[in-house]
């Protein structure tokens, strides 16, 4: 039954992981780019929340709304600012622009926060379900990161077969000319992506904060990296990719914890990546459609 | 005054003068043919007149407006369509997907409808089609999609750069039949070939291009007996 349990919990962290790994999979689909700070507007998430609710006892549904206005309006200055007067450079200096931003978002962090570990308290209020008498126990974050994965997969991928916006995305991220002789506007779409993205990791860094209580300036990045394998891994720029990556990386990673060493398992996590890298170089689900001229 | 309107156009590409102060005007109706060789600088122009280009000089009117310095997304909002090189269809999005982009600039939800129906008249292979993979069509099917799609936002005056190219003779043929229809049923045409025979064969007028400097331009007629362009594009 521990089996069970070690599945449940790896599912629930890979849904924590899928959720960070839309933001990745999105912006590089749409802006070709690789947005390392992404793991770092996690932690701004965490400490908007931590700041609303632990600080100020605000309500946990309200702490977490407007922690994602602040990390989408973040993520859409952080685009303004950085990313947007490099569109025409060469992809090194984006990344290492990105880079940079992740810095000084931990430092600034470090700034008005501190390094020290701040103690979370989880937003989540559902009971704790317990099956099989007692030889199972799902926590109520588990329950409710898997939910809100669920649903937001849902969404987005209807926000995207079924809206125009959605459309206009799919359109730049295949051609951004072309796009743009349709009349959609390019830099518009770009700036919605980081938001969606954005807003996206605001909530993944609630329910991480949720499930693994503890918060500095630099919580982010390790499930930020994590999640950037999970989008390589299912499929860079697919978002049921993103989906997939997420999952089986959680899974692996809590059985490799618990039934071979706590210490190897980002090392097996990353060797798993490394293997599925070399059989299929772009991931589970990344397509290839060979264009016809 | 002409519907497109284009004075003393130049554009770099970073040092090198790709276009050297190009003028030409299309009228409502017309048919116009930019013809001339490989690199002559055809495409650059339609992208420059379009937006997808920055202009180094010179000035674009549209209908009166000066849409010298307005982003591409906006100038379709305003009439205008433009079929690139190489179709540049979504190959990952279905044949409705693509043409529903195309309507992209339009808001009303019944009207799409209608225009569909009238694509798919032009172009029934597309209905047949409509939701396969736009990069699993063949060269021919990708050009028809492109031109539908261009359709679709109803344009005044549409641009269209070497729709004959990479085609089989009878499909360059039907092609050129549809421009004609696209032409009969009102729409302005600006046609960039280098099948010069066939563009100067449905143009009204045309201008000759020669590395970034128009050298020639007149009645397509008249150009068609023209000595020289007999012999530099027609292969008399």
Known sequence: ?293 | MAMLEVKDLEVNYGVIKAIKGVSFEVNEGEVISLIGANGAGKTTILHAVSGLLNKTAGTVMFEGKDITKIPAHKIVYMGMSHVPEGRRVFAQLTVLENLKLGAYSRKDKNELNETLEKVYKSFPRLEERKNQLAGTLSGGEQLMLAMGRALMSHPKLILMDEPSMGLSPIFVEEIFNIIKEISASGTTVLLVEQNAKKALSIADRAYVLETGNITLSGDAKTLMNDESVKKAYLGE
């Open chain 1, 1 to 293: 039954m521990s089996f069970l349990n070690y599945l449940i919990n790896g599912i629930s962290l890979g849904s924590v992981y899928a959720i960070i790994a839309l933001g990745y999979t999105m912006v590089y689909g749409i802006a070709k780019m690789l947005n390392f700070a992404h793991g770092d507007v996690i932690m701004v998430g965490g400490f908007v929340v931590f700041t609303m609710s632990t600080r100020m006892g605000l309500s946990p549904v309200l702490s977490v709304l407007v922690s994602i206005v602040i990390c989408t309006l973040l993520g859409m200055t952080i685009e303004r600012i950085a990313y947007k007067p490099l569109r025409n450079a060469t992809s090194l200096a984006v990344l290492i622009t990105a880079i940079g931003v992740s810095y000084f978002l931990q430092n600034l962090a470090l700034i008005i926060f501190g390094s020290d570990i701040k103690l979370f308290t989880s937003v989540v209020k559902v009971k704790p379900l317990v099956i099989a008498d007692g030889q199972i126990t799902i926590t109520g974050e588990t329950i409710v990161t898997i939910l809100a994965c669920m649903i937001i997969m849902t969404v987005l991928t209807l926000f995207i077969k079924k809206t125009k916006a959605g459309q206009a995305m799919l359109a730049v991220s295949e051609d951004k000319g072309a796009a743009e002789l349709m009349g959609v506007n390019v830099n518009a779409t770009i700036s919605l992506t980081f938001a969606i993205g954005s807003g996206l990791a605001a909530i993944a860094g609630v329910l991480l904060c949720s499930a693994y209580p503890s918060l500095n300036p630099y919580t982010g990045s390790m499930p930020g990296i994590k999640a950037f394998v999970a989008a390589v891994f299912g499929g860079i720029g697919s978002i049921p990719g993103a989906l997939i990556g997420g999952i089986l990386l959680g899974v692996i990673e809590s059985l490799s914890k618990s039934y071979i060493s706590s210490q190897m398992a980002d090392a097996i996590v990353f060797s798993v990546l490394i293997i599925v890298l070399l059989v299929k170089p772009t991931g589970l689900l990344g397509k290839k459609i060979s264009e016809k001229v």
